[in-house]
């Protein structure tokens, strides 16, 4: 029987119980072992308070952590995962019963290391239609089978036994700005590992007002942009010909997406903010060239 280790990191939020409980609910392929590897991020032990007297289906280990940084917790779930399976899901996010079934089945069609599924915010009722219609929490990793070169730590399941990548690690570098997770499974894609997106892995995040004050969306729109030019560079210095065309397009892009978000403003709130967060993301790109630090998120 193989075994598959689900890695939370979590600081203690409420939230945590209902993932656990809907991972209770999951539908589990056959001769496979599942059990729940919770990181205890909070030096108060905010984790294991709340968990002390959970009774529920899945086996969970409590980690002490302590360390305030989702790198050095997501660590912690690798060293301590047990079998050739891992998954990594979020403290404040809730599985469809079928989602480990259809992780699995887009591994073995598409013969992949890795899948990628998608995360679908929940927001608040109070949420104007039109920053609901721009969405700007969801990140569209494509449709079923199609190939990447990173991945997320939201909805993941991937093979943890290949020597190639089975000695990597999160970035603690990374662990408090964020985008430790493009980076850790975009060396795991350097390294070898096939990477491929599934579009019916069905999990569903709740969207805290906070996350959506206009600061913040800024702020990760920004960091999702510095992140992304940080790794899909690697090393190349910033006034190689390969870098200075991407930051060029990046310019470009930046400027079109501001452009077009002010003239749609009077018609299409929605959209008008939906290309303004593309031009940010833009703009992130160029804030790797400067060599600025990443945007804190935590």
Same mark, same amino acid.
């Given at each position: 029987?193989?075994? !598959?280790t689900?890695?939370?990191?979590s600081? $203690?939020?409420?939230?945590? !119980?209902?993932?656990l409980?809907? !991972? ?9 072992s599942?059990?729940i590897?919770?990181? @205890? ?11 002390s007297d959970?009774k529920?289906? !899945? ?7 302590? &360390?305030?940084n ?18 990594f899901?979020? @403290? ?5 019963? @079928? ?14 290391d890795?899948?990628?599924g998608?995360?679908y915010p ?5 949420t ?8 700007p ?13 990173? $991945? ?9 036994? @290949?020597?190639?990548w ?34 019916d892995?069905?999990?569903?995040e ?20 510095q ?7 690697? $090393?190349?210095?910033?006034y190689?010909?390969? &870098?200075l065309?991407f ?10 997406g ?17 290309l ?9 790109k ?13």
């Amino acid at each position: 029987m193989e075994h !598959l280790t689900i890695g939370i990191a979590s600081i $203690g939020r409420s939230g945590l !119980l209902k993932m656990l409980s809907s !991972l209770d609910e999951i539908d589990v392929p056959a001769d496979l072992s599942v059990e729940i590897l919770v990181a @205890d991020d909070d030096p108060a032990g905010g984790a294991v308070r709340l968990l002390s007297d959970r009774k529920g289906k !899945l086996p969970v280990r409590v980690l002490s952590v302590g &360390s305030r940084n989702i790198a050095t917790a997501r660590n912690a779930c690798l060293d301590h995962a047990r079998g050739m399976w891992m998954a990594f899901v979020d @403290d404040d996010e809730i599985v469809a019963r @079928d989602w480990l079934v259809r992780l699995f089945a887009a591994m073995n069609e598409f013969r992949a290391d890795v899948v990628v599924g998608p995360v679908y915010p929940v927001y608040p009722p109070e949420t104007p239609d039109w920053l609901q219609r721009a969405n700007p929490l969801y990140v569209d990793w494509g449709r079923r089978g199609a190939l990447v070169d990173t $991945g997320r730590s939201g909805n993941v399941l991937f093979r943890r036994d @290949d020597a190639r990548w089975s000695a990597l690690r999160f970035d603690a570098a990374l662990g408090r700005s964020g985008g430790e997770d493009t980076d850790f499974f975009h060396r795991l894609h350097r390294a070898g590992a096939v990477i491929v997106v599934t579009d019916d892995a069905r999990i569903e995040e709740e969207a805290p007002a906070a996350r959506l004050d206009r600061g913040y969306l800024r702020r990760r729109a920004l960091r999702s942009g510095q992140s992304y030019a940080r790794f899909r560079l690697g $090393g190349a210095g910033r006034y190689r010909p390969r &870098s200075l065309a991407f930051y060029a397009l990046a310019l470009g892009k930046a400027a079109v997406g501001f452009s077009f978000a002010l003239a749609l403003r009077p018609f299409d709130r929605g959209r008008s903010f939906a290309l303004m967060q593309k031009g940010w993301l833009n703009v992130g790109k160029l804030r790797h060239f400067a060599a600025l630090e990443l945007p804190t998120m935590y």
